[in-house]
């Protein structure tokens, strides 16, 4: 295999790795701007309704280390998925401080920030550098955090959020929204709406794919 750069006819061969990663990283960075940022205007913000502090519990964290995906790349540190998984019952208690030290601080350990850089062809010629993605293998500790902080602000924000609201609501989709606006559309206008439900097995097997 050669990589080629999009930027010259130059071409690289694959017995050297350290050139071809070279190759990667100068396109990367040439894709990469940083945005121009302004900033935001004065606004007056309440405490009301506010979610001020989040503290996390080994019950909150046990789950999210049982539920890790073991198929997952490691990130720097090396350390996969399936070692979390299979010691979670003894080190949630230790990640549990760790991870609430980290929120009341309001910082993250520095190698949590460091990530390895994986390039993922995307479609067309796979000796163009162009064709590739860049994919960030970040920390799997620092993944457990951010899923709980996750959890806890999405529940505290839904006790806010209107029945009526589809989109990014988990369980519900703007499809949803759609089928009830049809479904009301037809109730309104005086005619009979059926839905029929069907469980099929084996239902893609059975699909004429010719």
Partial sequence: MTLKSSNNDNTIAADDPNSIADLFNTFFASVFHQDQTHPA???????????????????????????LNEHK????????????KETAEQIA????LLFNLSLRS????????????????KKGKREHDSNYQPISLLSNISKVPECCVLVKTRDHLLQYVSDNQHG??????????????RIGQQLDNG?????????????FDRVRHD
């Fill in 73 to 84: 790349a490691t990130g720097p540190d090396g350390i996969s998925n399936k070692i979390l």
């Fill in 191 to 203: 005619k009979q709406t059926d839905i029929i439900y069907l469980d099929m097995s084996k239902a």
């Fill in 93 to 96: 208690s230790s990640m549990c």
């Fill in 41 to 67: 205007n004065e606004t007056t913000i309440t405490d009301e309704n506010c979610l001020t502090d989040i503290e996390l519990t080994v019950d909150d964290i046990l789950p999210l280390l049982h539920s």
């Fill in 168 to 181: 990014f609501i988990p369980g519900r989709s703007c499809t949803t929204v759609q089928v009830l606006e």
């Fill in 106 to 121: 309001g910082s993250l350990p520095d190698d949590w920030k460091i990530s390895n850089i994986v390039p993922v062809f």
